[in-house]
Nanobody, 126 residues
Framework: QVQLVESGGGLVQPGGSLTLSCAVS????????MTWFRQAPGKEREGVSC???????SYADSVKGRFTISRDNAKNTVQLQMNNLKPEDTSVYYC????????????????????WGEGTLVTVSS
């Protein structure tokens, strides 16, 4: 039984920063590519960032240069550092894990996801 638990969401002003964390239990993290998704009201769920098993990151154009994904396999945790936040970043953010044989790729689409967290709300507002 693999469980993902997000934390770190909250209210922040435009231009501010937040760090989201994802704690993984039930399996060793190095077996999984990890992805952060987000979903705003009335919009489709979108992939924000992912990191392959070997640590190769990818970012959506909308967050490139502002967000940084990282993983600590020894602690079974994944983080998303979010800087220069904008109102359009307001969403529920979800941590997700996908079982991959290849070490160098990850996915920002839902089809490759095996496990989901329940989400944490990030609100960017004055």
């Amino acid at each position: 039984q693999v469980q993902l638990v997000e934390s770190g969401g909250g209210l922040v002003q435009p231009g501010g920063s937040l760090t989201l964390s994802c704690a993984v239990s039930g399996d060793t993290l190095d077996l999984y590519a990890m992805t952060w998704f987000r979903q705003a009201p009335g919009k489709e769920r979108e992939g924000v960032s992912c990191m392959s098993r070997d640590g190769t990151p990818s970012y959506a154009d909308s967050v490139k240069g502002r967000f940084t994904i990282s993983r600590d396999n020894a602690k079974n945790t994944v983080q998303l550092q979010m800087n220069n936040l904008k109102p359009e970043d307001t969403s529920v953010y979800y941590c997700a894990a996908g079982r991959f044989i290849l070490r160098s790729i990850c996915t920002t689409t839902q089809g490759g996801i095996n496990y989901w967290g329940e989400g944490t709300l990030v609100t960017v507002s004055s």
